[in-house]
């Protein structure tokens, strides 16, 4: 070979190594420079938000041959779901109903990494007593920071890696919002510079990187009756970007730069029990309701400046409580407010089966055409979806109390009960 075809060759090589190191950057947006890989379980619901993930096919067994327990570490109470990066895991806690902290944990072996903590702590109404007086939204983790929703419409940026408190903002005082009766439920969502989130009596847009107000829009007042619940999920439809928002009166599609409201649709709800992540099929948006029944949604929009019309496609009884559903193919699978799991078929709304009731609020994750899902009562069951009949592999009972949302990266299921993370492998 000519020394002239070697240099070429050799520039070749380094203009595609390059191309692919400016690719991975750039449709990697949850790059962690803590792990130095791509963060594995970033958010509320996983990578996606959506409760679905692309990962090996799961064995059809939960049982200690093929799901083996890692480690096990104590912890306080918590409803907040597990953040996962290559080498740690995020978890909240509040302690003696008084402080709130956040932990690192070392991802193989559960030591204590470093923690974080302030004041923070609520009475949820006597109603709302059994599900305790604990921190509830799930982090955001995006480069090296750490988005927190403290219970007391506070949201604290830390960095990752040492636990530092990078900025505070207290939503309450800002805005002069009453203390929430149930807590800062919904989950931050980090897009690009800023992070949204459902807090201080709307929904607000913060500075990634100041914790500075942009605006807030889609005012309730907050209180009682007005915190949010529902989580917001960014979503395009007909071609309009927008980040669908749900507030316990209705659902909304807002501009992400402006706050402009594009369009809102009431959706009944007793006590304004509005509580899932919207979920987007195509250009519809599905959700359910705590005494409003289940319905699908057409939005139809030509561009942001244009009007959008909101359609109802159709409308069915069975009633979301607080469990987000799981769309595989043309159904959805969701838990309801009576405790069982249901099959809808996603064009007709039809009813294609229904289980026997099982506990109160369901999390869970698809792979393919399986679900893993994590009941409260602490039972890890694991279904092959298929719209013939409820088909339920294997059940296992993994922990006595478990409001979070469970967590799948690789081989590994993330498990954070009322009191304690652990971590199982499957074999």
């Known amino acids: 070979m000519s020394k002239a075809c070697s240099c070429f060759l050799r520039m070749t090589c380094m203009r595609i190594a390059h191309s692919l190191i400016a690719l991975a950057l750039v449709t990697a947006p949850f790059a962690s420079a803590v792990a130095g890989d791509v963060v594995a379980w970033p958010q509320w619901r996983g990578p996606e938000r ?16 093929h799901l083996q327990q890692v480690w096990r570490t104590e912890l306080g109470s918590s409803y907040s779901g597990p953040i996962v990066t290559g080498d740690r895991v995020f978890v909240t806690e509040t302690r003696d109903a008084k402080t709130e902290h956040v932990q690192a944990l070392d991802r193989k072996t559960g030591k204590h990494l470093w923690q974080a903590s302030w004041s923070g702590s609520i009475t949820v109404p006597f109603f709302a007593k059994a599900n305790g007086d604990w921190v509830r939204s799930t982090p955001a983790l995006e480069e090296d920071s750490l988005y927190v929703a403290g219970i007391r419409d506070v949201v604290i940026c830390l960095e990752a890696a040492t636990g530092k408190e990078r900025w505070r ?5 800002k805005f002069n919002a009453p203390v929430p009766a149930f807590g800062f439920v919904a989950s931050p969502l980090v897009m690009g510079d800023y992070v949204y989130v459902q807090a201080g009596g709307g929904f607000v847009k913060l500075d990634k990187k100041t ?20 989580s917001p999920f960014p979503a395009t439809l007909n071609g309009v970007p927008q980040i669908l928002v749900q507030t316990r009166q209705k659902l909304a599609g807002v501009d992400s730069e402006s706050g402009k409201v594009l369009w809102s649709q009431s959706v009944k709800a007793d006590q304004g029990m509005n509580i ?6 195509g250009n519809r948006v599905f959700t359910s309701s705590y005494g409003g029944g289940s319905v699908l949604f057409e939005i139809s929009q030509a561009n942001s400046t244009d009007a959008a019309t909101v359609k109802e496609i159709w409308k069915t009884k069975p009633q979301a409580y607080m469990s987000s559903p799981i769309v595989i193919g043309s159904h959805i699978y969701m838990h309801l407010r009576n405790q069982r799991l249901t099959c809808l078929d996603v064009e007709t ?23 893993l899902a994590l009941d409260e009562r602490g039972d890890l069951l694991l279904i092959n979806a298929t719209p013939d009949k409820f088909d339920l592999l294997d059940s296992r009972k993994v922990a006595e109390n478990s409001w979070a949302h469970v967590a799948v990266v690789g081989n590994e299921v993330f498990v954070r009960e009322l009191k304690a993370m652990t ?5």
């Open 211 to 230: 914790g500075n107000v942009v605006w807030r829009v889609l005012e309730d007042g907050g209180g009682m009756y007005g915190s949010a619940f529902s």
């Open 423 to 427: 971590v199982y492998r499957w074999k």
């Open 169 to 173: 903002t207290d939503l309450m005082a």
């Open 349 to 371: 709304g039809k009813e294609l089966w229904t289980t026997a009731p099982y506990g109160k609020y369901w999390s869970m994750i698809a792979n393919g055409s399986k679900i």
């Open 50 to 65: 959506t409760g679905k993930i692309e990962a090996a096919a799961w064995p059809d067994k939960l049982d200690g041959d």
């Open 276 to 281: 899932l992540t919207p979920t987007v099929i």
